[in-house]
């Protein structure tokens, strides 16, 4: 078992920047993949990015790239999501997840999840 827990979210304004924690705890967080998602109401659960093991390579959705950075620190146990110039549109309760087989942009292959946080951002 992996238990996430995310942290970070908050009300920003448009333009403005929030770094997302993910701490992971229970089994090695360095033999997991870690993944962002996102889902706003009425909508399907949104992948964002991903990161290896190792952290050497990352992987993002075109939505986001350039201005969200995943990253993690295995010595910590924790991921992160550096999101910056924010949009009204990127309002959403952000998960992380955690998956054992390599990183992958399907909800459904992650098998452990975080109870979410929320991000709204104001226009």
């Known amino acids: 078992q992996v238990q ?3 942290s970070g979210g908050g009300l920003v304004q448009a333009g403005g920047s929030l770094r997302l924690s993910c701490a992971a705890s229970g089994r090695t967080f360095s033999n997991y993949a870690m993944g962002w998602f996102r889902q706003a109401p009425g909508k399907e659960r949104e992948f964002l990015a991903a ?3 190792g952290g050497g390579s990352q992987l993002y959705a075109d939505s986001v790239k350039g201005r ?3 990253s993690r620190d295995n ?3 924790t991921a ?3 999101m910056d110039s924010l949009k009204p549109a990127d309002t959403a309760v952000y998960y992380c997840a955690a998956e054992a087989h390599g990183y992958a ?5 992650y098998k452990y999840w975080g109870q979410g946080t929320q991000v ?3 226009s």
């Open 75 to 77: 010595a910590k146990n």
């Open 120 to 122: 709204t951002v104001s």
């Open 105 to 109: 942009v399907v909800p459904a292959l």
């Open 80 to 82: 992160y999501l550096q």
């Open 4 to 6: 996430l827990a995310e």
């Open 51 to 53: 990161i290896i093991r």
């Open 68 to 70: 969200f950075t995943i």
